[in-house]
Structures are given as structure tokens and as C-alpha cells.
């Protein structure tokens, strides 16, 4: 019987965990200071201005680059 009860709230342990490290470090969003994908709009217009394929699919690549680096520095904040 116990080893019921455990195998049914095995997932429950962690998803509660999950939720609760969430939750505690929640922060306000300030909607200023998110820019992170208004840069990534401007970036792959300028991206799509490119020559050739390579340099459109590489300025592609940066502009991902640089919004991944955005949004880390937005959460972790450095």
C-alpha cells in the first residue's frame, strides 16, 4: 500500500518543487526595460537587407545571439 501512495505522488514532488522556486523568485516586468525583441525586429530587418544568403542567414544568427544575451541579462541581470 505505501508503495502505491508513493509511486502516485512521485510526480507530484517535483512539479510542486518546480512551481515553488518559481513563485518565490518571481519578479515585476518592467515593460521599459524589456526591448530585447523590438532589438530583434530591427535586427533581422536589417538582417533581411543583406546581399547574399550567407550574409542574411549569419546576420540571422547574430540577431538570435544577441537576443539569447538580451533576455539573460534581463533575468539574471548582469
Known amino acids: 500500500m505505501?508503495?502505491?501512495v508513493f509511486?502516485?505522488?512521485s510526480w507530484v514532488i517535483p512539479v510542486l518543487c518546480a512551481l515553488l522556486l518559481v513563485l518565490s523568485d518571481s519578479k515585476p516586468a518592467a515593460a521599459q526595460e524589456a526591448?530585447?525583441?523590438?532589438?530583434?525586429?530591427?535586427?533581422?530587418?536589417r538582417?533581411?537587407?543583406k546581399e547574399?544568403?550567407?550574409?542574411?542567414?549569419?546576420?540571422?544568427?547574430?540577431?538570435?545571439?544577441?537576443?539569447?544575451?538580451c533576455v539573460r541579462r534581463k533575468?539574471?541581470?548582469r
Open 2 to 4: 505505501p508503495s502505491i
Open 7 to 9: 509511486r502516485r505522488l
Open 35 to 45: 526591448q530585447c525583441f523590438q532589438n530583434l525586429r530591427h535586427c533581422y530587418f
Open 47 to 49: 538582417a533581411a537587407l
Open 52 to 69: 547574399s544568403f550567407w550574409e542574411m542567414w549569419a546576420a540571422g544568427l547574430d540577431c538570435e545571439l544577441e537576443v539569447v544575451d
Open 75 to 77: 533575468i539574471f541581470g
